[in-house]
């Protein structure tokens, strides 16, 4: 049975930092492209981060350079630092694991970030 489990969100104060995690069971994780996602209320979901499992990382325009992408397959675990948080950022946040070539697709249930002003 595969697993996503995230945790670290919460409420922080704009500036402010937050990691969020993502461990993975019941996956080959050093296979799967990790992928973090956000969805705010009346929002469409959107992508966070990307990381390939070679390690190549990708990432929205909106929090490049503030947000860095992480991964230890040694603790099937996927992470993402977010800094200088700004209340856009307040949103549902996801953990996704891709193998596109065999069409596996798995989510988290999701970790709630708010930041205040």
């Known amino acids: 049975q595969v697993q996503l489990v995230e945790s670290g969100g919460g409420l922080v104060q704009a500036g402010g930092s937050l990691r969020l995690s993502c461990a993975a069971s019941?996956?080959?994780?050093?296979?799967?492209?990790m992928g973090w996602y956000r969805q705010a209320p009346g929002n469409q979901r959107e992508l966070v981060a990307v990381?390939?499992?070679?390690?190549?990382?990708n990432y929205a325009d909106s929090v490049k350079g503030r947000f860095t992408i992480s991964r230890d397959n040694a603790k099937n675990t996927a992470y993402l630092q977010m800094n200088s948080l700004k209340t856009e950022d307040t949103a549902v946040y996801y953990c996704?694991?891709?193998?596109?070539?065999?069409?596996?697709?798995?989510w988290g249930q999701g970790t709630q970030v708010t930041v205040s002003s």
């Open positions: 996704n694991a891709n193998l596109v070539r065999l069409r596996f697709d798995y």
């Open positions: 990381i390939s499992s070679g390690g190549n990382t």
């Open positions: 019941g996956i080959f994780f050093s296979n799967f492209a």
